[in-house]
């Protein structure tokens, strides 16, 4: 009987040796794959945090030509003014030959007015696209932070085995 005790014993001794080598391997490959994660989630965030800048540049170079084409809108339309003040007073006058300039300035100045109207909402929708892609990149850097918090986390207990 004691003979089957030792034995058991000796399996049992046997076996938690093996588990523990085991653990102890498996241990390893989990820091190993942390690390590897964590790396890789630092390399992410560099690229968000450089889409981040990239998207900032682009907005201030977008809202710059925004502003350019409304400054050009209010010229246009400042210019149309002028010219139907103009027509008005050449009719008045009974002056056909001015008047005549005067429609056709006025009919170039609408027509440049419908292309900056039309560039200006297009500068204000590439505004909002990029408004919308800075705020992806920014949540994509965010989550790559949480996942080198989580990674750090898990190396830490890997380590101390908590």
Known sequence: MRRYILQVM??????????TLG???????????DRQDLRKDKKDLRN?????????????KDRAD????ARDVNQDQKDL????????????NGDKADAAKDKADIQKD?????????????????????????NKDRKD?????????????DIHRDRHGK
């Open 23 to 33: 653990n102890a391997q498996a241990n390893n490959d989990d820091k190993k794959d």
């Open 141 to 153: 850097a965010q989550k790559d932070r949480k996942d080198i918090r989580h990674d750090r986390r």
């Open 110 to 134: 609408k027509t440049d007015l419908a292309k900056d109207k039309a560039d200006l909402k297009n500068d204000n929708k590439d505004i909002q696209k990029d408004k919308n892609d800075l």
């Open 81 to 92: 003014n002028k010219d139907r003040r103009d027509l008005r007073e050449d009719i008045k």
């Open 66 to 69: 925004r502003n350019k084409d």
């Open 10 to 19: 000796v399996l049992v001794v046997l076996g938690l040796g093996t588990a």
């Open 48 to 60: 968000d945090q450089k889409d981040i800048n990239q998207d900032k540049r682009d907005l201030a």
